[in-house]
C-alpha cells in the first residue's frame, strides 16, 4: 500500500522540497528508517540521527535548515504530529467483528449496541452499557450500571467496576483499574482498628482519555473522581478517590495524586511525580520528574524537586548542593582566619 | 430510606445541637451536600466549606466553635469515624447470591464453604479453601492450596497464587497480586547468569487486612511473607519477599519494602516512600511521603527526606536548602572581605 | 526426600566441615532453620543469626571463620548460588499437564506444542505460536501473532499483546503487561487535542528474562522495544516504549524508565529510580535506589540522588546537607564578627 510523498504531504498540508513522485511504504524513526520510509525530525537531540539516516524523506519543522540533498523534505508546522496523522494512515488499526463471543459473559440486562465487540472472557455486569463499536478484549470487565461511550477500548484485562461512567473514545490499556476503592479508613481507638470509610462514589471519564497500562482509578468516597476529556495518564499510575484532573492533562508514568487534589487543565506531570491531598495544581502547571508536591501550585508555574519549588529556585539549589562540601570546607577555613584576625587585633 | 438526626446521632453516641427531628436521606461531602444531607468536618483545611455547606446537618468534633444556626450539628469524638459508620448505615454494600457460577472454574477438590460465592470466569484450584461469606468477583484466581478465610472479598482480577492464606475479612482489590515470586537471583559469573533462587515460601495475610488495585505482595524465599491484622496497604505498593508488616500499619500508594525488611505495627508510610532491604521500622513509626528509608527506623520516630532523617532536622535542612543559593553568594563576600582584612593587617 | 550433606556439597561443590553424614531434608534462612535443615551465610548482617542458628548445617564463603562446633559447615565460593542449585533441587517445581484445558480459547490458526499447556480461561490469539513445554496459567493471555519460546510461564493474568516476541525461558509474574501501546501523543493546538500516535512497533524479550508482578512493557512506536537475554526486572517496573535494556541486568522494583532510553548490559538500576527518556546508561552502571537520572550515565559509574551525581559526591553532599543548617547559623556569626572587625579597623 505504497503512496507518493507528494500525497502524503498533501495530508498533512506540508510542502515537499525535493520529489513528490517517490514512493513511500511505510514509516520508522530516523535510525530505523530505510529506503523507501518516511521519517520524522522533531527533537534537536536526534540532529545527529537526520544527518546519517537512510530514510528517503523526511518530515521537517519551519526554519530547520536542509543539509542534505539525497533525502526529499517535507515542511510541516509540526513533524510529530505530522508523523502520527500519517502513522494512522499507513496502520488504521483493529476493527475487530462486532457482537459478544460465545464464551464472554454479558447480563441480560446490558445494554450492547449491536456494533460492540464482547471478546472470549470478558464479562459485562447487569445494568451496563456498551456504546457503538466499544472492543471489550478478553477478561475485560465492566461492572454492574457502568456506561462505556462510543468507539471505547478496554484491553485485556482491563477493570471497570460497578456504576463508573466512560466518555466516548476511553482507551484503557491491559491491568487498568477504573473504580476500585478508595483508600479511606477512620481509627477507632476503641478497638482498636481502621474502620473502613465505604466508598460509595464513583468515577467519571470525560471523552477521548487514554490510561496507560496498570494504572488505578480510585471511586470516590462520595460524589466522584473525574477526569477531564482529552487527558492523557501513563502506566501505573494511581489517582485517589475525589481526585479532580481537567482536560488536555498530561500525567506520565507511576505519577500518584493523593485524595481530594485538584488538578487542572493542560498541566503536565512528569514522571514519578508524587501530590499530597487537598491541594491544587492550577492550569498549565508542569512539574518536572520525581517531583514531590506538598501544597498548591500555581497556574502556568513550573516546579521542581522534593519539596517542589520554582523551577528556577531549585536550579539554583541544585547547582548550589554539587559545590555544599567544598562550601563547608570553605567557611571552616574562613572561620580559623576570622579567629586569627580577631586574635591580632588583640595584640597590643 | 430517610432516617431522623437523633436516630443517626444516636447510632454514633453523638450530640444533636439543633433539630433532631431533621430528616436525613443520605452523606457527602461538606462541598457536595445539599438538603437532607449529612456531612463532617474533621480537618481545618476545609472551614471555608463549613461557612458554605447547604448540608442540613454537620458531624463536629469536640471544642469546636458553632457558626451557623442554619444547620444543625452533631457532636462527636471522630466526625470522620462516625461518617464511616452511618456511610455503612445507608450503604450496606452488595451481598452476592451464594454459590458457583456454571462459568467458574473450581476444582473438585477445593473446599467451597455453601455461602461463599464464586462469580463467572473465577477460578479455584484443587485443595484452596473459601470460608464462609467469601467472595470471588469475576476473574479473581485463587491458587492451588491457598486459603481464605470468611468474608473475604477478591474483586475482578486479583490473583493469589499457590499455598497463600488469608484470614476473615480480607478485601483484595482488583489486580492485586498476592503471592508472586520474590525477586531473588544469585549470580554465577561461570555462565554468566542470574540464576533463580526458587521462592519457595508463601505469604500469610491475617483478618481485616485490605489490598489497594495493582499492589503486589511476593512470596518468601524460604519462610513466609506475612501482613499484620488490621493493616491498611493502598493502591500499586510493592511488598518484596519476606517482609514483614505489623498490625494496624497503614501503607499509602505506591511505597516500596524491599526484602526482609520489617516494619511494625501502628506504622505510617506515606505516599511513594521506599525502604531498603534487611531494616527495621518501629513500632509507631511514620515515615513522610517520597521519603527514601536506607536503614533502621527508631519506634515511634518521625522521619522524612532521601536518605531519610529525623522529620525535625528534614524541616531545617529544606528551609536552609532554600537559602543555599544567597548563603553561597554570602561566604563569597565574606572571603573577599576577611581577605581585604587581612591585607590591611599586613600595611604598615 | 533427605539427602546427606555430602551429596549436596558434592551438588555444588563444596567442602563439608564437619559431619557429610548429616540427614538433610530441606533449607532455610538462618533465623527460620531448624533440625535438618541447611541454611547459608552470605551477608555479614546476618552475622548474629549465624551465631544463633539452629540450622543443622550452613553453606559459607572462602575465608569466613568458623565460630562453633555444634554446626556443620559446606565451603561454596558463592552461599547464596549454592542455596538456589539446593533449594531447586528440593524444590523441582510444578510441571502442568500437557494439553489445552477444555475452558481455555486458543484460536485454531494458533501453533502449539503438544508438550505445552494452557490453563482454564487462558487465550491464545489467531497465528501465535507456544513453543515446547510453555505455560499459560488460567486468566493469562497472549495476543494475535505473538510467540512464546520454549518452557516460558505465563502466570495467572499476566498479558502479551499482539505481534510481541518472547525467547525461551521467558517467566511473567501474574498481572505483567507486555506490548501495551506507549505513551506517544502530538499536541495539535487547532482542536486542541493530544493526538494519539499510533504505536505500531513491538517488543522482544530474550530468552531467560523473568518479569515480576504488575510490571509494563510498553510496544514501540516503529521498532522494537527490547530486553536483553538474562535481565531480571522486578514487580511494578515501568518500561516505555523504545527503550533498550541489554542483557543481564537487574531492574528493581517500581523503577520507570522513559521512552527510547537504552540500558546497558549488567546495569543495576535499584529500587524506585527514575530515568528521563533518550539518554544512556553504560554497560556495568549501577543507579542508587531512589535516584533520579536526568542524563547519560558512563559505563562502570556509580551514581545517586536526584539529580544523579557521582555516588561519591552524593555522599558528601548528604553529609554537608546534615551541616547545612549549622553552617546557616555559623556565616551569620561569621558575618556580624567580620563587620566587627571591619568596624574596629575603622576606629582611629
Known amino acids: 500500500m505504497e503512496r507518493s510523498l507528494a ?16 514512493r513511500i511504504r511505510g514509516l520508522a524513526s530516523l535510525e530505523e528508517a530505510g529506503p523507501g520510509e518516511l521519517s520524522f525530525y522533531g527533537n534537536p537531540r536526534y540532529r545527529k540521527q537526520l544527518g546519517t539516516t537512510r530514510a528517503a524523506a523526511v518530515l521537517l519543522p519551519p526554519g530547520e535548515p536542509v543539509t542534505r540533498t539525497d533525502v526529499a523534505w517535507v515542511r510541516v508546522p509540526s513533524p510529530h504530529l505530522a508523523f502520527a496523522r500519517l502513522l494512522s494512515l499507513f496502520h488504521p488499526g483493529p476493527r475487530p467483528a462486532p457482537g459478544v463471543h460465545s464464551r464472554a459473559e454479558v447480563h441480560p440486562s446490558a ?18 452499557v456498551v456504546g457503538a463499536r466499544s472492543v471489550l478484549w478478553p477478561g475485560a470487565y465492566l ?73 488505578c482509578i480510585d471511586r470516590a468516597t462520595t460524589g466522584e473522581t473525574f477526569i477531564g476529556r482529552g487527558t492523557k495518564i501513563d502506566n501505573l499510575v494511581q489517582i485517589a478517590h475525589n481526585v479532580r484532573v481537567g482536560p488536555l492533562s ?28 487537598h491541594v491544587s495544581v492550577g492550569d498549565g502547571a508542569r512539574v518536572a520528574a520525581g517531583s514531590g508536591v506538598p501544597h498548591d501550585v500555581p497556574p ?7 519539596p517542589a519549588v520554582e523551577h528556577a529556585l531549585w536550579l539554583r539549589q541544585s547547582a548550589a548542593l554539587k ?26
Open 7 to 22: 500525497e502524503l504531504a498533501a495530508q498533512v498540508s506540508g510542502t515537499v522540497e525535493g520529489d513528490g513522485n517517490l
Open 111 to 128: 445494554r450492547m449496541d449491536p456494533s460492540a465487540t464482547v471478546m472470549a472472557l470478558a464479562v459485562v455486569e447487569a445494568g451496563a
Open 143 to 215: 461492572g454492574e450500571g457502568s456506561r462505556l461511550g462510543e468507539d471505547c477500548v478496554l484491553q485485556a484485562g482491563a477493570v471497570v467496576r460497578e456504576r463508573c461512567v466512560l466518555g466516548d473514545r476511553v482507551v484503557l490499556q491491559p491491568g487498568v483499574v477504573v473504580g476500585s476503592d478508595g483508600f479511606g479508613f477512620a481509627f477507632d481507638p476503641a478497638v482498636p482498628a481502621h474502620v473502613k470509610v465505604p466508598q460509595v462514589g464513583t468515577v467519571r471519564i470525560e471523552d477521548d482519555v487514554e490510561v496507560g497500562a496498570g494504572s
Open 250 to 277: 498530561i500525567v506520565c508514568a507511576q505519577v500518584g495524586i493523593s485524595g481530594s487534589t485538584e488538578v487542572g487543565a493542560g498541566v503536565v506531570l512528569a514522571g514519578q511525580v508524587g501530590i499530597v491531598g
Open 300 to 306: 502556568g508555574a513550573t516546579v521542581s524537586g522534593a
Open 323 to 348: 559545590q555544599l562540601p567544598e562550601l563547608l570546607r570553605e567557611v571552616r577555613e574562613l572561620r580559623a582566619r576570622v579567629a586569627a584576625l580577631e586574635s591580632r587585633k588583640d595584640e597590643p
